[in-house]
């Protein structure tokens, strides 16, 4: 496999555009960190979850752009449940994203 072979020579991309997200993807951006940019177009929300808990938190300290491109309200969109895993990104100067915001009743 392609993202695979790249742990296994160890070449660490700057700059990532993907339009499947992949389990040996996910490895792969998991297994280093320093990337500046990243653009994914997931089909579905098979691999939200592993991205905000243990992908994002590698790029936190480098991470300028990221788009995440997706048809459809689901778990890639940004809520409160991985809003603070966002926050980290201090270097980050462009987001291209769904939001997803509760409004809370006054009381």
């Known amino acids: ?25 996910m490895a792969y951006l998991e297994s280093y960190s320093g990337l500046e940019v990243l653009s ?3 089909v579905n929300d098979h691999h939200a979850e ?19 491109e997706i048809k459809s309200v689901g778990k890639w969109c940004v809520g409160p449940r991985f809003l603070e895993v966002l926050s980290r ?8 994203m769904p ?3 509760i409004h809370q009743p006054s009381v």
């Open 1 to 25: 496999d392609f993202w695979m072979a790249l742990i296994h020579k160890g070449i660490t991309l700057v700059t990532l555009l993907a339009d499947i997200t992949t389990d040996a993807l």
């Open 40 to 42: 994914l177009s997931p």
């Open 50 to 68: 592993a991205f905000y808990r243990r992908v994002l938190p590698h790029h936190s300290y480098s991470l300028r752009k990221l788009s995440i």
């Open 89 to 96: 990104c201090m270097k980050l100067v462009e987001l291209n």
């Open 99 to 101: 939001i997803y915001i």
